[in-house]
């Protein structure tokens, strides 16, 4: 068992050699002094915050105990943490790894590894994420400072990603920096050009999905006009819209079935007993000179008070989150579909709990300096992607995909340092004859 999990990490690493071979990816370092190719050092990070390194000095030490593996990625010997350090923040643009990123995922689609599984369309959910590892100062110009009613003023980096939800495996197929004179409202249009200029005419997503930070008619019209459907949360920032959604939806909670919902009650992460509804309603068409806007749904999530295996149990309303969508009558994503659809965009928040969790971003930033901050945060997110690549693809058996985050990474640094000739012959022999 042991033997095969480390052969699929390595068949990983070998067959998606191009996500740290960073080709395309421009140097910004003179060419006068320079000992290090760029890709070995990137590499050389990914490889290092895949296999828990939770400092550059760490990374140094782990690049000197790896096997012969880190020979195929360029990195002949330990990497200086210096050599590090200084590439991390001065040797490579922020916009060279996103359009990495970017390339990176149209090989994935190519591969076929992201064609919609858990949902009849492509959906795709955008979210912002604070990096809290900067609070102490502003490292660079795109912090923002935040002033408690009660404490310290401090600096926070804000993100704009996107992860594509429709799919088994839930990778980030992008990232944007909110710069600290807007947030995510206002960084939405940019962001969204991004996703449009690589994915748009790809079929990766149909569907954007966010929550109500990002919803304006703007931003609402702009997602319309390029041909995608959107479902937007909808809270007091949008008071008039949410007033007659209201208005439409209560009459619908207080006398008729639901259109869709859960089946039986689950246990969610909190040990509480859930269920989930969802209705709809068409009449708000057109409203407030929304001329795209066709529908308004809320989905009500109850609570049962007690083991729902021995009645009687109280059940209680936790809450309603209403949405607004340009989605016809007729689309596909309707009924369960958009009730679970509305569900899983809370993986973009599961992707934001791995990155904190498990790959400690916002605690361990490796360097502030220059663009040290957005590059390690963009080289986390590649990371990220290859380890539920390797759980969700290259560990097939179910049991290998329930493996904690932690375990995953266990077995990413056990073949980084496995030296076992017969396998390498055995790989070299498989890409040879792939190539």
């Known amino acids: 068992m042991v033997k095969r999990r480390r052969r699929a990490v390595k068949k990983l690493l070998l067959s998606r050699g191009e996500v740290v071979a960073f080709g395309g990816v421009q140097d910004r370092r003179k060419r006068r002094g320079r000992r290090w190719a760029l890709a070995p050092i990137l590499a050389a990070i990914v490889l290092g915050i895949m296999a828990k390194a939770r400092s550059i000095r760490e990374v140094e030490d782990k690049t000197e105990d790896m096997g012969s593996l880190r020979s195929r990625f360029g990195i002949r010997r330990r990497v200086p943490r210096s050599t590090i350090g200084r590439v991390a923040a001065r040797a490579v643009a922020p916009s060279e790894l996103q359009a990495h990123l970017g390339r990176t995922i149209r090989?994935?689609?190519?591969?076929?590894?992201?064609?919609?599984?858990?949902?009849?369309?492509?959906?795709?959910?955008?979210?912002?994420?604070?990096?809290?590892?900067?609070?102490?100062?502003?490292?660079?110009?795109?912090?923002?400072?935040?002033?408690?009613?009660?404490?310290?003023?401090?600096?926070?980096?804000?993100?704009?990603?996107?992860?594509?939800?429709?799919?088994?495996?839930?990778?980030?197929?992008?990232?944007?920096?909110?710069?600290?004179?807007?947030?995510?409202?206002?960084?939405?249009?940019?962001?969204?050009?991004?996703?449009?200029?690589?994915?748009?005419?790809?079929?990766?997503?149909?569907?954007?999905?966010?929550?109500?930070?990002?919803?304006?008619?703007?931003?609402?019209?702009?997602?319309?006009?390029?041909?995608?459907?959107?479902?937007?949360?909808?809270?007091?920032?949008?008071?008039?819209?949410?007033?007659?959604?209201?208005?439409?939806?209560?009459?619908?909670?207080?006398?008729?079935?639901?259109?869709?919902?859960?089946?039986?009650?689950?246990?969610?992460?909190?040990?509480?007993?859930?269920?989930?509804?969802?209705?709809?309603?068409?009449?708000?068409?057109?409203?407030?000179?929304?001329?795209?806007?066709?529908?308004?749904?809320?989905?009500?999530?109850?609570?049962?008070?007690?083991?729902?295996?021995?009645?009687?149990?109280?059940?209680?309303?936790?809450?309603?989150?209403?949405?607004?969508?340009?989605?016809?009558?007729?689309?596909?994503?309707?009924?369960?579909?958009?009730?679970?659809?509305?569900?899983?965009?809370?993986?973009?928040?599961?992707?934001?709990r791995v990155m904190d969790v498990e790959l400690e971003e916002d605690d361990l930033p490796y360097t502030q300096v220059g663009d040290g901050v957005p590059v390690t945060t963009l080289l986390r997110v590649l990371a990220a992607n290859l380890l539920a690549l390797l759980r969700d693809v290259h560990l097939r058996a179910a049991e290998n995909r329930q493996l904690p985050w932690r375990r995953v990474r266990d077995l990413v640094w056990q073949a980084l340092v496995a030296d076992d000739p017969e396998a390498d012959e055995l790989d070299l022999a498989e890409t040879a004859a792939a190539s």
């Open 107 to 352: 090989a994935e689609q190519r591969r076929k590894t992201l064609v919609p599984t858990e949902l009849p369309v492509g959906c795709v959910a955008l979210d912002g994420k604070g990096i809290r590892s900067v609070h102490r100062k502003a490292v660079n110009a795109d912090c923002q400072e935040v002033h408690p009613q009660d404490g310290v003023p401090y600096y926070k980096y804000l993100v704009f990603r996107a992860v594509l939800m429709s799919s088994h495996p839930k990778l980030c197929i992008g990232q944007e920096t909110v710069p600290g004179t807007t947030n995510e409202m206002g960084c939405f249009a940019k962001f969204f050009g991004w996703l449009l200029e690589w994915f748009g005419r790809s079929g990766l997503f149909e569907v954007v999905f966010t929550d109500s930070g990002s919803t304006s008619k703007d931003n609402a019209a702009l997602v319309h006009q390029a041909n995608k459907g959107y479902v937007l949360g909808l809270k007091e920032n949008q008071p008039e819209l949410l007033r007659e959604t209201k208005r439409l939806l209560v009459p619908q909670l207080q006398g008729q079935s639901p259109e869709a919902e859960t089946a039986g009650w689950e246990k969610d992460h909190r040990g509480r007993w859930i269920k989930r509804q969802m209705w709809r309603t068409f009449e708000i068409a057109g409203y407030l000179d929304w001329p795209h806007l066709q529908q308004a749904i809320v989905v009500r999530t109850l609570q049962r008070v007690g083991d729902p295996k021995h009645a009687p149990c109280k059940t209680a309303v936790v809450e309603d989150r209403y949405f607004v969508s340009n989605l016809a009558a007729g689309h596909r994503l309707k009924g369960e579909h958009m009730l679970r659809a509305i569900r899983q965009y809370w993986q973009v928040e599961e992707h934001n």
